[in-house]
Each structure stands twice: as structure tokens, then as C-alpha cells.
């Protein structure tokens, strides 16, 4: 039941911040129809940038096991950060909104 | 210079060595010094030169408990002249009588059979023992060193109130008996035996004063507890005192009335107590009923979340971002973590030919141990970052830069 208790309240935090944010997301899409393929090309362009960049890589003697243990560091680094920052958030709103 | 540097660094060594060993050996010498005294304590022969220890009080004050607690079963078959005491009873006194000698008297209620026994044992002081303390003409003994002279065991039927005797069996050395105490006679004990081996040699009766008995019986149920009072020794004393009133043509009125009294006290604060333990035990019957629903509801895993937060307002608009700027960290990731490496081709403009970079152009032609060489290069590099970066990370932990909570900045701590 705790594990419940905790998938529930996680769910309102997504339900409210959903119901919070949906009349901005009403309004982009009013305004900017083309937003979603906004995005898409970003990411079409990236890629196709980065189709050579093994290439570049294999060229620098660069091996693959290199980049995943940088950026499975930062993954863990901001990790840590981010819950680190979370529970500040947490106590902070908690300090504001205690009687 | 430098002997004189190694020199300085052997000093300091030596020095910080001596202070060490030093503060050791103060402190070796202390427990040490600590622990003699505290067996020098522990140890019989300085416990007989000082005062009583709370533990030997504990097993004197036993043994007047069982001594008065003895008295009160014998007290209503001696007055009443029952079969019981002449037959059972009575041959105890009448050793304890001819031997001149104190008795020991463990009490063990064996509520299995429902029926009491009574340990007797007597002890010759002048018997050799080993170990034990003797102060204020108290004897101590350990449960192995008991000089028993005689003993029996009695058994009193709770039903029939009858008493019947029996010799202690000749295997008494291997049973477990407890630290004892022998050598005094408690006031109660004393005027019983007094009355019963008065100036005639047969005490009791209508014209002995039991003035001191009852006042006796009195303070002894005052000091009885009442959670630890059994029924069987309230009977027994009740049985007694009705016994000196029906006998005796002296009015002990005021006597028996403070007995009464005190008994009626303590039945009431045995009630009193049965009652607390009775809400006690309701408590923490309550407790345990929430504890179980506690746990059961907290390890539910039949119901779900979503019977609540599917009710809740949606906002089925799709998200702009979500198909792809998801995927960005994910890509960089793979890009650069996967082999994905491919030739490089340009095509010559107007002309059907091709300029190919191979994928591998560099690393097929270096020998292997110069690759190794640059990656192990590279490796180090990485490496260097990434503990550079959490050694810098671990000083601003120290610092308090990243636990610091500013209540009114939430949106610079966030960002």
C-alpha cells in the first residue's frame, strides 16, 4: 500500500502540474500551429550532424567505453543534484505553507 | 640538510610514538587499577568485613518471608490440635526444639499439581562451610555449601486445606537450589515458637496472651505485598486469627480489626491492580489491533492509484516536445557511445567519381601499441576530469554551497 501511496501522490503532482500547464500549451498551439515540426527538424538537424561523429571519433583513436563513463557520470552527478534539489524545494515549500 | 630533515621527521616519530605509549600505559594502569578494586569488591572475604550488600538484604528479608509465611500455615493446625500438626507439623518444632537450630525455609508453589510445598531445611552454625559472609549473626551461603541437617517437604492441598509431610528424598545434592541465608529468626517465627514450647512446654490455649502474635501477623501483612499475596497465605492467616479468637476468652477485638483491615486493604489494592492490568492488557490488545490494520493496509497491493487520479481533469493535448526533444540526451548518449562509424564519401561534382575516407583510416594504420598507448592517453584524461570534478564537487559539499537552503531563493536554488 505505501508503494501505492507514493505512485498516487506522484500521479496528482503529474495531474496538477498537467491541469496547470495546459492553458499555456492551449496557447502555443494557437499560436504557433507549426510547433511540434519546430521541434522535429531540430532534432532531424542534430542527427544529421551527428551522422559522422563516430567516424570523427574512430579518426581521434576515441573508443565508445570513454564517452559512456562521462556521461554515465553526469547522469549520476546530476542526478544527485537534482534530488539534492528537490528535497530543498520540498522543505522550502513545506516551510512556506506549514500553519 | 636533508639528515638534518630526516632527523627532525625520526624525532617527531619517536616523540609522537612516546605520547601514544604513553597515554596508553595511563590508561592500561587505570583499568587495571579499576578492575582490582572492583574484584577486590566482588570477592567474599572483603564483603564480609562491609556492610550488607542490597543483594544479601533481598535474601534475608526472602528468608523472614518464608519463615512468617510458614508460621501462618502452621498456626491454625497447632491451635485447633488438627491430625495435621501432630503427626506433620509438629515433628519440625519439636527438632528445631531438641537441636537449638534455625531454620532456612524456601517456599515453592508448584501451581502445575495445585499444591504448595514447603522446603525446611536447618543449619547447624557451627557446621564447617566454604565461602559465605557472616554479619549481624547472619549466615550466607551458597547453594552448594548448605549444611542441611534435616529437612521436609510439606504439602499443603488447597482444596481439603489438609497438610501431609514428606522426608526429603536422599538425592537432595543434585537439585538446584538458591543462594541462602540462615542465622535469623524472625519476631513472628519467635513468638510461635515460643507459644508453642511456652513455660509448660505446651503453649496456646485460652489463657496465652497472643497480644504480640497478632500485632506480628499485623505488620507482616502490612509488608506484604499485594500483587505477590496468594490466596492460599490469606486463608492461612485468616484461618489462624479466627483461631485465637474462638479459643481465647481475652478480647483481641482491636487486634483483629487492624488484621482485618489490613487484609481488606490489600485485597482491595489487588483488585485495584487486576483492574489496571485488566485496561492494560485491553491497551495493548487495541494496539495490536491497530498495529495489524496498519500493516495490512500499508502492505495492501490490491487497490490501485488510478480509481482516484483517473476521476481527476486531463488535458489531452498533445505535448509539442514529446516525440522528439525527449530523445536528444538519449541521442547524444548513443551517438556517442555506440559504433556507429561509417566512411566518409564525397561525390565529385560532374563526374561519377568518389572520394572515400575510410572509417578506420587512422586506426588500421597505427600500430596497436601506440593505439593503446593514446587511449590509455585518453583514459587518463577522462579519468583526471572525473575526479578533478567530484573532489570539486565533495569541497562544495564541505563548503555548504549545495546543502545551503535559502528559504526565500527556491527559484535560484532551483535553477
Known amino acids: 500500500m505505501l508503494q501505492i501511496l507514493i505512485q498516487f501522490v506522484m500521479n496528482i503532482i503529474v495531474t496538477i502540474i498537467e491541469f496547470i500547464f495546459s492553458p499555456f500549451l492551449n496557447a502555443l498551439f494557437a499560436l504557433f500551429p507549426s510547433l511540434a515540426q519546430y521541434f522535429y527538424y531540430i532534432v532531424s538537424f542534430l542527427t544529421t550532424g551527428f551522422t559522422y561523429i563516430g567516424t570523427c571519433l574512430n579518426l581521434l583513436c576515441f573508443t565508445t567505453p570513454m564517452f559512456t563513463l562521462l556521461f554515465d557520470y553526469f547522469v549520476i552527478k546530476y542526478s544527485i543534484h537534482i534530488l539534492i534539489q528537490a528535497i530543498k524545494f520540498a522543505i522550502n515549500m513545506y516551510n512556506k505553507l506549514k500553519p | 640538510m636533508d639528515y638534518y630533515n630526516l632527523f627532525c621527521i625520526f624525532r617527531n616519530i619517536v616523540f609522537n610514538f612516546r605520547k601514544i605509549f604513553k597515554y596508553i600505559s595511563i590508561s592500561f594502569l587505570s583499568i587495571l587499577f579499576i578492575a582490582i578494586c572492583l574484584l577486590l569488591l566482588s570477592s567474599n572475604k572483603v564483603q564480609a568485613s562491609t556492610s550488607i550488600t542490597p543483594t544479601d538484604e533481598f535474601l534475608i528479608n526472602k528468608s523472614l518471608s518464608a519463615q512468617n509465611q510458614f508460621v501462618c500455615f502452621c498456626l491454625f493446625p497447632f491451635l485447633n490440635d488438627t491430625q495435621a500438626w501432630q503427626q506433620n507439623l509438629k515433628p519440625i518444632w519439636d527438632d528445631m526444639h531438641t537441636s537449638n537450630l534455625t531454620p532456612y525455609i524456601v517456599l ?33 551461603y551458597n547453594s552448594s555449601n548448605v549444611p542441611i541437617v534435616n529437612s521436609r517437604i510439606i504439602i499443603y492441598d488447597e482444596t481439603n486445606n489438609s497438610v501431609t509431610t514428606e522426608q526429603f528424598p536422599s538425592f537432595i545434592s543434585n537439585i538446584q537450589m538458591p543462594t541462602v541465608c540462615v542465622g535469623q529468626r524472625s519476631d513472628l517465627l519467635f513468638d510461635f515458637y515460643n507459644m508453642v514450647y511456652g513455660s509448660n512446654g505446651s503453649g496456646g490455649g485460652s489463657s496465652y496472651d497472643y497480644t504480640q502474635i497478632l500485632n506480628d501477623i499485623k505488620l507482616y501483612v502490612q509488608g506484604i505485598k499485594s500483587d505477590t499475596a ?47 492490568n485488566e485496561e492494560m492488557i ?52 548513443n551517438v556517442f557511445s555506440t559504433e556507429n562509424a561509417q566512411d566518409i564519401v564525397f561525390q565529385v561534382p560532374h563526374t561519377n567519381e568518389t572520394i572515400t575516407i575510410p572509417a578506420n583510416l587512422v586506426t588500421s594504420h597505427i600500430p596497436e601499441p601506440i593505439l593503446v598507448l593514446i587511449q590509455g592517453f585518453y583514459w587518463f584524461l577522462i579519468c583526471r576530469f572525473i575526479v578533478k570534478d567530484i573532489s570539486k564537487t565533495v569541497e562544495r559539499a564541505k563548503s555548504g554551497e549545495i546543502l545551503d537552503a535559502k528559504d526565500g531563493n527556491i527559484k535560484t536554488d532551483l535553477l
Open chain 2, 108 to 140: 515453592q508453589q508448584d501451581s502445575s499439581q495445585n499444591r504448595f510445598i514447603v522446603h525446611l531445611y536447618k543449619y547447624n552454625t557451627t557446621s564447617s562451610y566454604v565461602g559465605g559472609t557472616i554479619d549481624d549473626g547472619v549466615y550466607i
Open chain 2, 230 to 276: 496468594n490466596l492460599l497465605l490469606l486463608n492461612s492467616i485468616l484461618q489462624g486469627v479466627n483461631a485465637i479468637a474462638s479459643i481465647s476468652p481475652i478480647d483481641y477485638s482491636s487486634q483483629l480489626q487492624d488484621i482485618a483491615d489490613s487484609i481488606s486493604d490489600m485485597l482491595d489494592k489487588q483488585d485495584e491492580i487486576i483492574s489496571q
Open chain 2, 282 to 333: 485491553g491497551l495493548q490488545e487495541d494496539i495490536n489491533e491497530n498495529l495489524d490494520d496498519l500493516n495490512s493496509f500499508l502492505r495492501d497491493t490490491t487497490s490501485s492509484p488510478g480509481n482516484v487520479t483517473n476521476n481527476m481533469p486531463h488535458n489531452d493535448m498533445p505535448d509539442p516536445t514529446a516525440s522528439q526533444v525527449d530523445n536528444i540526451f538519449n541521442m547524444f548518449r
